[in-house]
DNA sequence: TTCGCAAATGTAAAGCATTACATTTTGTGC
DNA sequence: GCACAAAATGTAATGCTTTACATTTGCGAA
């Protein structure tokens, strides 16, 4: 069940079947429909390593994510792999745990497997690997790197955009003292984010204090500690931007155990809204953000980024707030108080 | 960069250099550290195409999971490509959104892609798809396809015991009338989810009425769907037994939606234990089921089937009930009544 | 009918690692 | 120092497809 008994079925040569395979070159209606009959008869599948092996090309698209444990992934994956099945593309999928060593570990087998592009959606991203990356010559798409926009294509959020929203939904309510979950230092995405915040915080007028601003981990334990941190601080914000759902949806669990109430005694705003947002109590007020448009952008850049046409305007998709009800006025939380 | 670079650094031939890379035979060690030096110098990777081509194995498993959006199955994804990982292993993962169709065509580009393994978490598997897996020469290991154990390897769930014990847990809270939320009819795994309810009621000698089978989709959806019916029914059971977490979560949203109370008025018990449970309001009483374990023992089976070791026995997870706020007295509820 | 050109098809090399088999080296016992 | 078995290494074929280049076919014009 080779090239070659296909070739001899349909009665023409191994290259004939191989350009009706490919559609590389044309090859008469007539042969074709002989090829196609026998490829049938026989049930022959091409064998994708001699593939890949000859062609230099592999079909193959990765995409590697920091966490899929954390619902944001998942959705991307789903939207990313669709659309790469619809265009006859496989997607192997690597997840780092927010681990550089396993990052460079997943570039490194992908490669060896030769894959033709590569989707990084993780933000543990280091010189080392930016070197790597470099030295093998296939398209690389990152999400949120600008600084890397120079050497590879580029999706990013407009957080500055979406920060400002979330701020001035606060505002509107009452709120002056606004606090932030940041997420590790140790991620350049997470610092982009908390550099957004602190912009948007400047372009709305509103200070920020240093103990406002909690160190996070963008997992459902950042949220835990933020919230017993800030249920029994003095002078604590009244309001929580967040800067990613699962630290937010650790928090409400975390005021829920300590008998606190969200929005009553401090408003709870978090970024990305997971499907969890609406099922959580209350329900998470929060910035929405297109796992659908990443994906689709991601996935195109890298396929522009195959046929050589060299366009490189790098895709910003903006998130916009979907309130609900973890965030309420200031007035009701100071009767409540006083 | 091919091996014969590598040899020729090294002094010695192509075939030394493969032996020391597989450790397929002894090399002295002397000239094993030349090759390792002259590999390390040349920074040489084996192209996987290749060695796939010409030994017939990938060193690659396949994945296949019916949602990756239920968090269930991200957990179950870490845990298995963590593990394979450690064993020199690829991953390769597949989504089938419960889709037949998908399904079929992840196997085919599965084996066209020459993977030496291919573990099966969906349970919507046609006859079709089963003579597909039986024609490929490679070890499969299924989840809850009991049916199939004797052509394939298979990790099953006791969920009679853990049925069982659901409902006894409902019993010591006083409840007779136990509805369950099933899965969809055509999902098979959703079907023995359905009949061992039946059984495990039958074996806690409880009778249960057919308008207390509620008819889900093992989403969120079928989930808020039969929480409208369940609150508009005259005679509604006092307590629902649902086929898996994510309706339960579904249940419980729209159960506040409508301003229903859980567990005053009706008593909800998952299955899974999501990490969403403990986030939900209330906390979601559920049956736990590891996902660690199954990943475990999945990957055994198909490390067992590549090295001919027959023994063929089949694993039993068995799940446990972890109790949460969502179960209560119906007691408790028959004082709100009256 | 014949010529010439474009289109279609065929031939065979190449891509890179593994491995059966052949050959050389090493080490042991005398 | 020699003979011989065992261990280490080398040679070259092999896996399957793609593709550069060579050849044949088809078709319109003369």
New interface residues.
């Given amino acids: 069940m080779d090239i070659a008994a296909v070739a001899r079925r349909a009665g023409v040569s191994t290259a004939t079947v191989s350009r009706v395979i490919n559609s590389s070159s044309k090859v008469r209606e007539n042969t074709a429909a002989k090829v196609r009959a026998a490829i049938e008869e026989l049930n022959y599948?091409?064998?994708?390593?001699?593939r890949?092996?000859r062609s230099g090309r592999?079909n193959l698209f990765g995409i590697i994510v920091s966490d899929?444990?954390n619902?944001f992934?998942?959705?991307l994956?789903?939207h990313f792999?669709l659309l790469a099945?619809q265009h006859g593309i496989?997607?192997?999928?690597?997840?780092t745990?927010y681990n550089e060593q396993?990052l460079v570990?997943a570039v490194?087998?992908f490669?060896?497997?030769?894959i033709d592009g590569l989707a990084i959606f993780t933000s543990e991203v280091s010189n080392a690997t930016i070197e790597l990356l470099r030295s093998a010559d296939v398209p690389v798409v990152f999400l949120n790197q600008p600084a890397l926009a120079g050497d590879f294509r580029t999706v990013t959020v407009d957080y500055i955009q979406g920060f400002v929203e979330a701020i001035e939904h606060l505002r509107m309510l009452g709120h002056k003292k606004i606090g932030f979950l940041a997420g590790p230092v140790t991620q350049n995405s997470a610092n982009r984010r908390r550099k957004a915040f602190l912009a948007a915080m400047k372009a709305c007028d509103l200070s920020l204090r240093d103990e406002w601003i909690f160190e996070g981990d963008h997992r459902?334990t950042g949220g835990r500690f933020a919230a017993e941190r800030l249920f029994t601080m003095r002078n604590a914000p009244t309001a929580l931007v967040c800067s990613n759902d699962m630290m937010a949806?650790?928090f409400?669990?975390t005021a829920?155990r300590l008998e606190r109430r969200v929005p009553d005694e401090v408003s709870l705003i978090g970024f990305d809204d997971l499907?969890?947002c609406?099922?959580?109590?209350p329900a998470l007020t929060t910035l929405h953000l297109s796992r659908k448009e990443i994906a689709t952008r991601a996935f195109y850049a890298l396929q522009a980024s195959r046929n050589e046409s060299l366009e490189h305007e790098p895709a910003v998709i903006s998130p916009y707030l979907v309130p609900r009800a973890s965030t309420g006025s200031v007035a009701r939380l100071k009767s409540k108080a006083g």
């Fill in positions: 599948r091409p064998n994708s390593s001699a890949c092996l592999s899929i444990r619902p992934f998942p959705d994956i789903e792999e099945t496989d997607v192997t999928i690597a997840n745990g396993r570990a490194r087998r490669f060896e497997r030769g459902l949806i650790g409400l669990e829920s499907f969890v609406e099922v959580v109590h």
